[in-house]
């Protein structure tokens, strides 16, 4: 047996015991050691965070150890952390009166959960180097058992298909590697499609057609994350909820996670914008309103809201929070997050600056995990507030936002403008394009749209 069998539960009983070490040849990937990853698993949450990914429940040769890390991954999707010891009690009861987990599995892993509590923690950065390999090792073994029945009926695609699914896992763990000479023809034949039209952007559209035309993606990048900056009161809510609109409205799935406007707020914001209402004359229009938000329902794509208290959401709530989506068939292709300088770490440091940091670099590795455009917002420093225009070095706190985001844009607005209707959105920053420009644009905050037109740029 390579692995136990396992759908719900903790699939068939415990394999029989090894033999004695002088009977049997020890190999790198013995029960030793997958009782280290289970115990790892169990217990400890940064590493099951790191490779929950990777780890199946079939993977395991003890019915017990695959069952407490099947319990372990879907708690860690659910919750975004793994269960304490003592919750497993709990769970383990829940599962056997759900009829997931029969009596004697039950009791299996009860055992294996003595076992793992006693167990050393040492050595993971071993396991977590030796992962990828096992998790491989495992998954070829049973695409081997799994391809004799349709080595029978000779479904050879099948078995090619198998095989290769297996022996690709863990596959990209070292990074996916780049052949810049041989692939001169492939971008060659991109950029003549491009300049053909045949290939459409890669960016989500941020709903201004100018704006798309000056963005180096077309759109707001996958894989990429940027930045409205501005000062209290700027207006970053208001250009979340708009770009996050026009995103839905030209057909693409939208997770909008708010910290600090309660979800319900944000959608009387996008009523007053979707259907032209003065927002203070929503409750005058109320059939208007909904009539045209329900035309445009019908092109539109997933426009989700979740809202969380400020200083409580972590970036792996967000992980979780898109893996249990994409479990349901829900893809996003934009993330906004309104916003990131009130989000908690993952594990908090006791300097803030580490912090924000530890933030802002997992935001961006969430955007290239996911394929997302991560949009969010941080605020000025009082000299930024002040100026004409803030720049770069007028971000609050933490300097190290510029150096993770994609793109920065600064939010400016005197009160003449103001008075008029108008403001300026500065390229505080930029990976991949040039950056020190204005775009003046005109404004409708009264029915909550961020942009009704692009006046110049400069």
Request: glycine letters at 6%.
């Amino acid at each position: 047996m390579v692995g136990t069998s396992f759908t719900g539960g903790a699939g068939s009983p415990a394999a029989e015991p090894a033999a004695e070490a002088h009977e049997v040849p020890k190999f790198e990937f013995d029960e030793e050691f997958q009782t280290r990853i289970a115990t790892l698993a169990v217990r400890d949450g940064e590493f099951m965070r790191r490779a929950s990914h990777l780890l199946k429940p079939e993977y395991f040769e003890n019915a017990g150890q695959a069952a407490l890390v099947n319990i372990t991954l879907r708690y860690l999707s659910k919750y975004g952390q793994i269960p304490s010891l003592p919750a497993f009690a709990m769970l383990l009861k829940d599962a056997r009166d759900s009829k997931a987990l029969r009596e004697a599995e039950v009791r299996e892993c009860a055992a294996q959960l003595r076992v793992i509590k006693d167990a050393s923690l040492a050595d993971r950065e071993y396991v977590e180097d030796k992962l990828s390999q096992w998790c491989r090792n495992q998954a070829v073994s049973q695409a081997i058992l799994d391809s004799v029945s349709l080595l029978e009926r000779q479904e050879f695609g099948k078995i090619e298909k198998l095989i290769k699914t297996a022996v690709d896992v863990g596959i990209s763990e070292d990074g996916e590697e780049y052949d810049f000479f041989a692939k001169i023809e492939e971008r060659t034949d991109e950029r003549l499609d491009k300049a053909a039209g045949k290939m459409p952007p890669t960016g989500v559209t941020t709903g201004v057609l100018k704006m798309d035309e000056i963005l180096y993606h077309k759109g707001w990048g996958k894989k990429e994350l940027t930045s409205i900056m501005g000062g209290a009161k700027a207006g970053k809510t208001t250009a979340l909820i708009n770009f996050a609109k026009n995103a839905s409205l030209a057909g693409k799935n939208v997770l909008y996670v708010t910290l600090e406007v309660a979800a319900r707020i944000i959608a009387e914001r996008l009523d007053a914008s979707v259907s032209d209402n003065l927002i203070k004359e929503l409750g005058k229009n109320i059939h208007d309103v909904r009539t045209k938000i329900e035309a445009l329902q019908k092109r539109a794509g997933k426009l989700l809201l979740r809202e969380y208290p400020s200083g409580t959401f972590t970036p792996n709530m967000l992980r979780a929070l898109l893996e249990r989506y994409k479990s349901q068939g829900i893809v996003f292709d934009l993330v906004v997050v309104d916003y990131a300088d009130i989000m908690a770490p993952n594990f908090r440091f006791n300097d803030p600056i580490e912090n924000s940091k530890s933030v802002y670099v997992d935001l961006r590795a969430i955007a290239f995990e996911f394929n997302v455009a991560m949009l969010t917002a941080t605020q000025t420093n009082r000299e930024g507030y002040k100026s004409t225009v803030a720049k770069a070095e007028h971000v609050a706190e933490d300097f190290n936002k510029v150096r993770t985001v994609d793109l920065m844009i600064s939010i400016n607005v005197t009160e003449e403008e103001r008075a008029k209707g108008e403001a300026r959105l500065y390229f505080a920053a930029s990976r991949n394009q040039e950056s020190g420009f204005t775009i003046f644009i005109k404004q409708d905050l009264a029915k909550m749209k961020f942009i009704e037109s692009i006046l110049r740029v400069e």
